[in-house]
């Protein structure tokens, strides 16, 4: 039992051994287990925390960037909206009154410039709400050609904003763009008062308290008037046309000002608030625009709102909720004197135009096939007055009384139309009857060689000169039977069919200006009547200036067809037509410009440019004339000039012009850059100077010892007398050939002048070959004059008083020619046999005499009546035209009224009536 009890208590014990082995074991794996996820637990909560930190650590890293990006862009677009700011009011539109200038003392705006906005304060945005991204921006408010205004809140600061955009407005526009009216029935006015100076120029006008119904009324019907015969149904609104249409705003912008106080305005009259209904529909497209304190404008699109708050800031429906901090208004005094600036400024009228102004943007891009169209100054609004020379409209006439800018008014038209049209469309020709020397500055001179491209011919200081204008209309009419000839063979009957049939052909359009050309003698009349006539068709036109009434009486006497085209100075008589005034009250520099013979209705205001004229005072030193290049002695007798036009001319001082290193004029300026856009081969333009005294060209001065006898001798030397006054330029010649009367008689008493005639005739036969002198001299006051010459011919005999029989003894046959050179043969009445022997037969026998008389009288006692026959060609210096018939081969003298080196020349064997020619001057330095 014991045993029993004993296995069983080891069977038991046995178990509970092993149950608590087993349960041990499984302490131990659950101990292990627990163990383990305790360490996994751990490792999770690690993991857990380092993806925290890893997550805010990015995101972090994404806030940061994204704020970042949004700063960049923030500040990318802040700029953008503050350059659009400051582009939308620019100047002062937008400026501090600090430095505050209207825009057009600054050179802007342009003419009928669209208008913008107008800075009324700032707004402060900050996107962020932290102050690093804070940017403060201008507060723009629309007004002309925008909106209109309808302004609340506290009355001081609305009136502030009224002031602010008033004055911005008129600033940013041209004095008179703008026009305001103010109805302030509590203040009369006086809330605005700093403007007041503005109603002197009439841009502001008051209405008084009973006058709002007829103020609406009057817009309204402006409003009407405006869409009706200004937009005319073809544009939207002022704005739109002035954007499409070159020139200035057809009509100003009204800005209307209504301070009208609440109670007011709730009693408004149904009539009114409907007027002022329309108005705000549809005053803004016809630049009218309401500014209005206690009204309430509706809820029309046109109105801008702003409303002053308690705080002092302000809201606009055009910007927002954000809160505008209000611009200090403009100082009063500020206010006062740009309106007293722009009154004046419109008083003074548009800025004058400047020569430039009229020059096209690129040069000679013009074709004149159809006309000549070119501005010569500036209307009243600032626009360039435009004026055409066609084959309808061909002729000008410029009209204006001495100093009153004629000759300006012809440099600025030249200037005008030669930036415009090149040498191959225009050739101008210019001739000045006046002593002034007007265009001399369009001809090369000292250290000034240019000249204008288009200039062909000019004649200067013409007053004793009518022969060179004449042979100018003689040379333009030959021009136009030229034209004519061609436009016949091609069977047109236009310039502008001609230059199309015959395109490689040279037809510019010709304009000849004559200033105070004096038109009495009948052929000028004739050839200025047939160019008037038949000019156009061919491309030729007129412009005649005068300074009194007679040459408009001319040109109407004379029936001068096709000078519609009027431009009258100020007061200038018979330009216009009867009772047509508008000359004798338009300021100085200031033209009438009547395309419709001066009819009142034609009338046109123009402002013109200076042109610099004032450099054109005439000098005191004469020029060097022209010169022919041709050897002497081989020109076919009656025309000593070959060579076409122009003529060329030795550079030399001419009258008129700026000393060198003087400021080039504007005229100047422009013709020097013409000149160097010329053409190759183009050579300078012939002119003419009255002024000035040709010397004796070294062609005919014989160049050295006298010619062998051996050399050739021509069949009938030509004897230079003088330059001859003709188109092409030349001198005039005396052939003296083995033929009866072959013998030059020199007449009056200017001694020195008859000497010169003398002395450049033997020394241009000296130059042209071997040939004996005989130099005489019975004249005292000749002598030095004399015995110079024979100095300086290559070999010469002398003869005096008491030597002068050996010179009709030493007479020789020879096979040169022998010229005796006679000074007073009158002093040796022993001699006249001989001499009238000698004239007689001489000259078949190649001897020839060039003598100075004082007088006819003394050269008829010398000759007798009948020896006159012997002498076939004379010069006649200060002799009148009736003294010189015996002389004459038609009844009476030769029209001819002596004047200061000019001599008239007549050879018998070539000439039907004489011709004046201007003694050379042979000797200019004193001996
Ligand atoms: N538009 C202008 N602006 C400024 N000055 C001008 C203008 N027109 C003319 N002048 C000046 O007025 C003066 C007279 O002008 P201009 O010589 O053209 O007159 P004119 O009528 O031809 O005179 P004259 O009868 O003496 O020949 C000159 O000094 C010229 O510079």
């Given at each position: 039992m014991g045993n029993h009890r004993n296995a069983l208590v080891a069977a038991v014990r046995q178990e509970l051994a092993e149950a608590r082995g087993t349960a041990r074991a499984v302490l131990a794996a659950a101990e292990s287990a627990r163990g383990e996820s305790q360490r996994r637990r751990q490792l999770v909560r690690e993991a857990y925390a380092t993806c925290l930190t890893q997550l805010a650590e990015a995101r972090d890293a994404a806030r940061r960037d994204i704020l970042g990006r949004f700063r960049s862009e923030a500040r990318r677009l802040t700029g953008i909206v503050e350059l659009a700011a400051t582009l939308c009011a620019a100047g002062a539109a937008g400026a501090p009154w600090r430095t505050w200038t209207p825009t057009w003392n600054t050179g802007g705006p342009d003419r009928g410039a669209s208008a913008g906005l107008l800075r009324i304060g700032t707004i402060a945005y900050d996107?962020?709400?932290?102050?690093?991204t804070r940017v403060t921006l201008p507060a723009l408010l629309p007004l002309l050609d925008g909106a209109h205004l309808e302004l609340g809140g506290e009355q001081s600061a609305v009136d502030g904003i009224i002031s602010t955009v008033l004055l911005r407005a008129l600033g940013t526009t041209r004095p008179g763009e703008v026009h305001v009216t103010v109805f302030d029935p509590e203040q009369l006015g006086g809330t605005l008062a700093a403007f007041g100076p503005l109603g002197n120029a009439g841009l502001l006008s008051l209405v008084g308290p009973g006058g709002l119904g007829a103020l609406l009324d009057g817009l309204v019907e402006h409003i009407c008037r405006v869409n009706e015969t200004?937009?005319?149904?073809?544009?939207?609104s002022l704005a739109a046309l002035t954007a499409a249409t070159p020139g200035p705003r057809p009509e100003p912008w009204r800005l209307i000002v209504l301070l009208v106080d609440p109670a007011t305005a709730a009693e408004l009259p149904a009539s009114q608030r409907a007027q002022l209904d329309r108005i705000v529909r549809t005053g803004v497209g016809c630049g009218v625009h309401l500014v209005v304190r206690g009204l309430d404008l509706g809820t029309q699109p046109t109105v801008a709102r702003v409303g002053v708050r308690d705080d002092g800031t302000a809201v606009s429906s055009s910007i927002g909720d954000l809160p505008i901090r209000l611009d200090a208004p403009p100082p009063a005094e500020r206010i006062a004197g740009f309106c007293r600036a722009a009154t004046e400024h419109l008083h003074a009228g548009p800025p004058t135009a400047r020569l430039s102004d009229l020059e096209p943007e690129k040069l000679w891009t013009e074709s004149s096939a159809y006309g000549l169209l070119a501005p010569i100054g500036a209307g009243p609004d600032g626009a360039l007055v435009e004026v055409l020379l066609d084959d309808h409209r061909p002729h000008a006439l410029i009209g204006g009384p001495p100093g009153s800018g004629r000759t300006n008014l012809v440099y600025a038209w030249l200037a005008s139309l030669a930036a415009r049209y090149g040498p191959d469309e225009l050739a101008v020709y210019l001739l000045d009857g006046t002593d002034s020397g007007s265009f001399a500055q369009c001809v090369p001179g000292p250290g000034e060689p240019d000249?204008?491209?288009?200039?062909h011919l000019a004649g200067i200081n013409l007053t004793g000169d009518p022969e060179f204008g004449l042979a100018v209309l003689r040379h333009l009419g030959e021009e136009l039977r030229h034209r004519a000839q061609a436009a016949k063979r091609y069977g047109v009957a236009t310039l502008a069919e001609l230059r199309t049939e015959d395109p490689g052909g040279q037809w510019p359009r010709i304009v000849a200006v004559l200033d105070?050309?004096?038109?009495?003698a009948a052929e000028v009349v004739a050839l200025l009547a047939d160019l008037a006539r038949r000019g156009p068709a061919q491309g030729v036109h007129l412009i005649l200036t005068t300074q009194d009434p007679a040459g408009a009486e001319f040109l109407r006497d004379a029936g001068?067809?096709?000078?519609?085209l009027r431009l009258a100075l100020p007061k200038a008589e018979g330009i216009l037509a009867d009772g047509n005034l508008a000359a004798a009250v338009i300021p100085r520099f200031h033209a009438v410009v009547n395309t419709d013979a001066g009819s009142a209705s034609a009338n046109r205001i123009v402002r013109l440019p200076d042109a610099g004229t004032q450099l054109a005072a005439p000098r005191a030193d004469p020029g060097p004339q022209p010169v022919l290049p041709e050897s002497p002695g081989h020109l076919p007798p009656g025309d000593p000039t070959p060579g076409p036009l122009p003529g060329y001319q030795t550079p030399g001082p001419v009258h008129g012009y700026p000393a060198p290193g003087s400021t080039r004029s504007a005229w100047r300026a422009l013709q020097h850059r013409l000149w160097r856009e010329r053409p190759d081969g183009a050579v300078p333009p012939r002119w003419f100077d009255g002024h000035a005294v040709p010397r004796l060209p070294e062609a005919y001065r014989p160049a050295g010892q006298a010619p062998d006898s051996t050399a050739r001798v021509g069949c009938s030397p030509g004897a230079v007398l003088g330059e001859r006054v003709d188109v092409p330029p030349g001198p005039a010649r005396l052939r003296l050939g083995r033929m009866p009367g072959r013998n030059l008689a020199v007449l009056g008493s200017r001694t020195a002048e008859a000497c010169d005639v003398l002395a450049a005739a033997a020394l241009s036969l000296a130059a042209q070959g071997p040939a004996r002198f005989s130099v005489a001299c019975l004249h005292p006051a000749a002598e030095r004059a004399a015995t110079r010459l024979a100095g300086e011919l290559p070999q010469a005999d002398w003869y005096d008083h008491d030597t002068v029989a050996g010179l009709f003894d030493n007479l020789v046959a020879a096979d040169i020619p022998h010229y005796v050179l006679g000074y007073g043969f009158g002093a040796a009445p022993a001699y006249r046999d001989r001499l009238r022997a000698l004239l007689a037969d001489g000259p078949e026998r190649r001897v020839h005499v060039l003598a100075w008389w004082r007088s006819v009288a003394r050269l008829r006692e010398t000759l007798g009546g009948a020896g006159l026959?012997?002498?076939g060609a004379w010069v006649a210096l200060d002799v009148p035209g009736p003294e010189l018939s015996p002389l004459f081969p038609h009844t009476g003298g030769p029209a001819w009224s002596p004047r200061p080196r000019r001599a008239l020349f007549f050879d018998r064997s070539v000439h039907r009536f004489p011709e004046v020619i201007i003694p050379y001057e042979v000797h200019s330095d004193p001996t």
């Open positions: 996107p962020d709400g932290t102050d690093r200004v937009l005319a149904g073809e544009y939207g000249w204008l491209p288009q200039l105070e050309f004096p038109p009495e001068l067809p096709g000078f519609q026959d012997r002498v």
